[in-house]
């Protein structure tokens, strides 16, 4: 069975938007100013090895690579909040500056997207930046705009979320192809098959934004990225569909029995504001940076046949600001789950908003 039929969807759809309520959610991490181009998130949240709840993201001020990063410092801090109150309150724990994460000669002109790993005694942290110091393929030389660079996927590991400060940095992810030139805003999944990386890719001229996934071989490495698993959609997603969280959904109610997965992802119609017409119906339309919401499930763990269930219009849309609703977190716990997301204010800023879920909620809403 590779899809489920339609009132189960129907429950799927329900689950999802109980999960990333926009009108219940609450701030946790403000950005650093509020206005348009400033904010918090794009990573993920974990539970430490003593019970403690981390959430890992980037402070992004204004900024734009269209024109190079002298228009705005953008992605410039990299931060771990810590919880000791059960989500109540978030302080910073931890904090890498661009230069932090420079690579070799590569420097790090721009941070991006975020994940961190705890288990077995070991924090893994997962970041993409934005470098100098790598070029275009020599036949699309002249498309590099002067001021930009090229996203890439790092990797650091340590014994304890401190000690990733003096860890060496790894580039595991890049890639020559012109068509997924940029890699960025990676994210986790424990399959039963082992550890999954999902990321975001861009063409060489940034005009889409797709998902990819990556296996982690058992020596630690991980597989050609696979590009065409998710591909776009066809309505309010057809210029971007990029995955941000997988979600095993809990075996609770009429999901006993089945193994399903939930995929969160951010979409947009265009990648630049679109005009519309005077008498057109008024709605968010999603573009870059400023992206909605989308929700697909897979069963069985076959990544091969994902499904929308947000097929004609977005999942998840801020009720304020531009509608942006993006980079969805979701932690499952002994307790209960955990989502956090992006979300544009009325102010335009999108700070990293939460809401949790008990496992007795999320029982009704499956049964």
């Not at 689950?15 to 400033?38: M, N, S, T």
């Not at 890498?96 to 288990?119: H, T, Y």
């Not at 309010?236 to 109610?253: E, I, N, Q």
Request: glycine share 10%; charged share 25%.
């Amino acid at each position: 069975m590779t899809r489920l039929d339609p009132a189960l969807e129907t429950k799927l759809s329900n689950f999802a938007d109980a999960l990333i309520d926009q009108q219940v959610a609450r701030v946790i991490v403000e950005p650093l100013d509020q206005g348009e181009g400033f904010w918090f998130g794009g990573g993920n949240m974990q539970v430490d090895t003593n019970g403690d709840l981390l959430v890992v993201g980037r402070f992004r001020n204004h900024g734009d690579s269209r024109t190079g990063l002298s228009a705005g410092t953008r992605g410039l801090e990299l931060a771990v909040f810590r919880s000791t109150d059960a989500g109540q309150t978030f302080r910073k724990d931890l904090s890498f500056a661009k230069s932090d994460l420079n690579v070799d000669d590569k420097q790090v002109i721009s941070i991006e997207g975020s994940a961190l790993r705890v288990s077995d005694g070991v924090v893994e942290l997962f970041v993409s930046t934005e470098k100098t110091g790598i070029a275009y393929p020599d036949h699309l030389a002249d498309f590099l705009k002067p001021d930009t660079g090229v996203w890439t996927v790092d990797h650091l590991k340590a014994e304890s979320l401190s000690g990733l400060k003096d860890a060496a940095i790894e580039t595991i992810v890049g890639c020559r192809d012109p068509r997924y030139l940029h890699v960025k805003d990676p994210f986790l999944y424990e399959s039963t098959d082992g550890l999954v990386l999902g990321m975001c890719t861009h063409p060489f001229g940034w005009t889409s934004s797709n998902m990819a996934v990556s296996r982690c071989r058992q020596d630690g490495s991980f597989e050609r990225p696979d590009f065409a698993c998710f591909p776009r959609g066809t309505t309010w997603d057809v210029a971007m569909s990029r995955g941000t969280a997988f979600l095993d959904v809990p075996k609770l109610g009429q999901f006993t029995d089945a193994s399903v997965t939930l995929l969160f992802y951010d979409g947009g119609e265009s990648l630049r504001m679109l005009d519309e017409h005077s008498s057109a119906v008024k709605r968010p339309r999603g573009y870059s940076c400023e992206e909605l919401g989308g929700v697909a499930y897979f069963v069985d763990g076959d990544l091969s046949n994902i499904h929308r269930l947000s097929k004609e219009l977005p999942a998840f849309i801020s009720p304020n600001g531009t509608g942006c609703s993006r980079y969805v977190d979701v932690l499952n716990t002994s307790i209960g789950i955990w989502a956090t997301w992006q979300q544009s204010q009325s102010d335009c800023s999108q700070p990293l908003v939460a809401h949790f879920v008990t496992n007795e909620a999320a029982g009704e809403l499956l049964s």
